[in-house]
């Protein structure tokens, strides 16, 4: 995870989340893969105000859960920072993601970055093309912009 990604999750978390009550958290691909010292979101998501549960398709540091099969409830907020740039057909993929999650979505992807694949590379979004992404998956808007070298997604249902 890069520094930038991890000021823009924590950004969320301090804008959208600090009201006073707590949280659960799924982080979909949350394995950690290299990068910023081994630091990752579970950091800004701690007990007792928040539950976080880090999912991946692959066992790894950072997971909780393996697979998306492994995912047994709904929680309030779902979280994914540099994933869906690792997607076949992301606006699929935001669909089956509404069934995890009853408030908000937060989705950080890079627009500009050197191919990485894990195990492929497809995609970079800039905020038009989020924005039209969470109208395909019928994710309510509430903030898309872009920051650096990244976009980010706010949304609920």
């Not at 989340?17 to 990068?35: A, E, P, Q």
């Not at 950072?62 to 994933?83: A, F, M, P, R």
């Not at 497809?122 to 395909?136: I, Q, S």
Request: overall charge negative; some cysteine.
């Amino acid at each position: 995870m890069h520094t930038p990604s991890l000021n823009l999750m924590r950004a969320f978390r301090d804008k959208y989340l600090m009201n006073g009550r707590g949280y659960s958290i799924l982080d979909v691909g949350s394995r950690w893969v290299g990068g910023a010292g081994g630091r990752t979101y579970r950091e800004f998501f701690q007990p007792p105000k928040f539950k976080y549960v880090g999912m991946d398709i692959e066992a790894g540091k950072n997971v909780d859960v393996v697979g998306y099969e492994g995912i047994k409830e709904v929680y309030d907020v779902l979280i994914s920072g540099q994933t869906m740039e690792h997607l076949k057909h992301p606006w699929e993929w935001l669909v089956s993601l509404k069934q995890y999650f009853s408030i908000y979505i937060c989705i950080i992807a890079p627009n500009t970055h050197k191919e990485h694949r894990h195990p492929l590379d497809t995609y970079r979004y800039f905020p038009d093309g989020m924005r039209d992404l969470f109208e395909y998956a019928g994710i309510k808007e509430l903030e898309i912009y872009l920051a650096d070298e990244d976009t980010i997604g706010i949304g609920t249902k």
